[in-house]
């Protein structure tokens, strides 16, 4: 009796594992017969050759814009797809990333800094100008954060997207000014 049931046990989970690989197999086949498209939107003014221009902030380090984009599938936006971007220009930290500063009352109700602690150990850190991935939403939209630094003015900046290692979008090119 147990010889019959295990062979039909054995012949269920073969038929479960059979049914899960034509559905997989089915699956990728499908993905296959789409294009997929993303159309980026930098939101930044373009100058006759293409390139697009950011202009950075003098008094601060860092400037920061937004990417965006939207990604179709077979020519419909599509939710939950992974976006990797890179960027060809990246900074380094020195030892310092920043400081705290611990603030008080004093018996008289003035507000005085006490102490400053320096946050270090940050040397030779790399920072990317880009923010690495973003997913899309429920509209297809994509969005990215680039933060260049002034000491950049005057470069040019490329950011390349990407599905995967395999699949390219393109690259957008931003002159920092």
């Not at 054995?10 to 499908?30: D, G, Y």
């Not at 040397?123 to 939403?137: A, L």
Request: glycine share 6%.
């Amino acid at each position: 009796m147990k010889a019959v049931s295990q062979i039909r046990w054995s012949r269920l989970v073969n038929l479960i594992v059979s049914v899960n690989l034509l559905i997989l197999v089915t699956c990728s086949a499908l993905d296959q017969d789409f294009e997929i498209y993303l159309e980026l939107e930098p939101r930044l003014e373009v100058d006759h050759n293409g390139y697009y221009h950011l202009t950075l902030l003098k008094d601060n380090w860092q400037t920061t814009h937004r990417l965006s984009g939207h990604i179709y599938v077979g020519g419909e936006s599509t939710e939950n797809v992974r976006i990797q971007w890179t960027s060809s220009h990246y900074w380094r930290l020195n030892d310092t990333l920043g400081y705290y500063i611990d603030f008080a009352y004093t018996d008289q109700l003035e507000y005085v800094a006490l102490d400053t602690s320096y946050i270090t150990g940050f040397s030779d850190f790399v920072v990317p100008t880009v923010n690495c991935c973003s997913y899309s939403n429920a509209d297809g939209e994509v969005n990215t954060m680039i933060a260049p630094v002034k000491s950049m003015i005057g470069d040019t900046m490329s950011v390349r997207v990407q599905l995967n290692d395999e699949s390219y979008f393109g690259e957008i090119f931003i002159v920092l000014d």
